[in-house]
């Protein structure tokens, strides 16, 4: 089981990155996936996530109504569409899956995984 994240970059303040999450040896749609970031120094945040069944999404404060995480499962992919991007958003993203959404879907320890490898995302000052 394993996913890969991808489209990370450079990119200039108040521009847009569209990350990918891809599957591979397991049907992504059957699985919740959660976006989290980290940025030097600081602890592992949670950004977005999606459900299962209902497909429910969930954002954090700090990206509501700048970011959007949807499906393509025809891809065994999951995206997160970002843009008004700001400095505060420079931070390598990871994507992790589980078989639902864990009760507290913002605390990294409670995804079970798989996790993917990272991607950076820069936005300079």
């Known amino acids: 089981l394993q996913l890969v994240e991808s489209g990370g970059g450079l990119v200039q303040p108040g521009g847009s990155l569209r990350l990918s999450c891809a599957a591979s040896?397991?049907?992504?749609?059957?699985?919740?996936v959660g976006w989290f970031r980290q940025a030097p120094g600081k602890e592992r945040e949670g950004v977005s996530c999606?459900?299962?069944?209902?497909?429910?999404?969930y954002y954090a404060d700090s990206v509501k109504g700048r970011f959007t995480i949807s499906r393509d499962n025809a891809k065994n992919t999951v995206y997160l569409q970002m843009n008004s991007l700001t400095p505060e958003d420079t931070a390598v993203y990871y994507c992790?899956?589980?078989?639902?959404?864990?009760?507290?879907?913002?605390?990294?320890?409670?995804?079970?995984?798989?996790w993917g490898q990272g991607t950076q995302v820069t936005v300079p000052s």
């Open positions: 040896g397991f049907t992504l749609d059957y699985y919740a």
């Open positions: 999606v459900g299962t069944s209902d497909g429910t999404t």
């Open positions: 992790a899956a589980d078989v639902q959404v864990p009760v507290n879907p913002w605390l990294s320890d409670l995804w079970r995984g798989p």
